[in-house]
């Protein structure tokens, strides 16, 4: 049976190794999609620690931007997204809207069609005070609709919190 | 049976579309309490899509402060309040604390007693780092609160997180 | 039964008053760890506040840092540590990197053998848009990973909002 899983939650919520192990327990050979853009040393470190951590089941690609196109070409039967969050907040800084929407909806499309295992890891950025910067309120409306859109074609949706998973649907 | 609902969650979670899908499944016309004080051109905006995405089976009332006393005046089996996050702010704003307090406690009372369905919208504010700024503290806490009074007096309480709701009571 | 629990949620969403209804319930007489320093006014007024709130059949003692020290000294059956936030808030102003390290790891290690009742509470502080601040996001990658330590050896957590408790263990 296919699953399409999105896993979702605060920060250090336990969200990417729980990815991981639904990973380990789904197939033999993972594509990782990583789409962290190494803007500066302290997100370098981060994707280093994180390749590392994760061992050789792992075929790790770098896709800050074209994430459907990433997808499209994954022949294995399982696909980690790492994260959404990062993704979107790459498409606001690099494109024009309207390439943002068109990467967006391309995605959507993509991993509805995927035939094989999606986990998407993805975050909540939206349940506190409404920040005064506009950029941030339109960041955090837009990852809410994008994290409603996945959910939308997702069998599995889990919420992390303190490392425990909380299956919602 | 009264039906008395709370439907809370992040930002761009899914809590207005859910709320107008309950209503349309529990009475015939719906009045829509909007609490949004049209201040600038981007929640103008809002307020107007909205209006129109909600279609002719709603009439909307806009009260930004009076919460109590729109509720009073409703004839209509099942009222719609969207959403309470931004009525808590309006009355940080423009009204005294005792006032404020006042039609909080109004509010709360009308709530309980009122002989129908209602549906209220409200926002988690509080799960980000505590804001620098004094008054965002003090609103996070009130909102927290408000939330917990509208809870103790509802039969349903939904938590929506991407579009999926999780009923917590 | 050895009962170990954590409560966690959002600013002002039941969590103290849900630890001190479990506490009444669990036994007679107890140890009420507050970790709060009082720093301001503002924080001052609130710990005397929940001090006469809690009412005679709570000890309160007042430990900012030396929680795991605090616990070890409890010859009470059931401890209540408020907060966790707050302990590590104070751990990141007022300890060098490796001696902050050492307080969790102690901390851990005393509950995990504690032989009686825990009650401890947090916060959820990392679902919001990402701080621009980097020891606000050192502080809240921190907790999320303090918290899933927490949980992990606890055999009860709950997630409070509006003042409804969410079992997630």
Redesign the interface.
């Known amino acids: 049976m296919e699953r399409k899983i999105?896993i979702?939650?605060?920060?250090?919520?336990?969200k990417s190794r729980f990815a991981l192990e639904m990973a380990r327990k789904l197939g033999e050979k993972t594509l990782f999609i990583a789409t962290a853009r190494p803007i500066d040393a302290e997100i370098r470190e981060k994707i280093e620690r994180h390749k590392k951590e994760r061992g050789k089941e792992f075929i790790t690609i770098e896709e800050p931007i074209k994430l459907a196109e990433a997808l499209k070409e994954a022949t294995h039967l399982t696909a980690v997204i790492d994260c959404i969050t990062l993704w979107l907040s790459n498409l606001f800084f690099e494109l024009p809207d309207d390439q943002r929407e068109k990467e967006i909806k391309d995605f959507i499309e993509t991993a509805r069609e995927f035939k094989g295992y999606i986990i998407t890891v993805?975050n909540?950025?939206?349940?506190?005070?409404?920040?005064e910067n506009r950029l941030?309120r339109l960041?955090?409306?837009?990852?809410?609709?994008v994290?409603?859109k996945?959910?939308?074609i997702c069998n599995e949706?889990y919420?992390l919190?303190?490392?425990?998973p909380?299956r919602?649907?």
Chains 1, 2, 3 share one sequence.
Not at 124 to 131: D, F, H, N, Q, T
Not at 139 to 145: A, P, V
Not at 161 to 164: A, D, Y
């Open positions: 999105l979702t939650g605060g920060v250090k919520s336990g993805s909540e950025v939206g349940w506190g005070i409404i920040p941030s960041y955090q409306e837009e990852l809410g609709m994290n409603q996945i959910a939308s949706v919420l919190v303190s490392g425990i909380l919602l649907k």
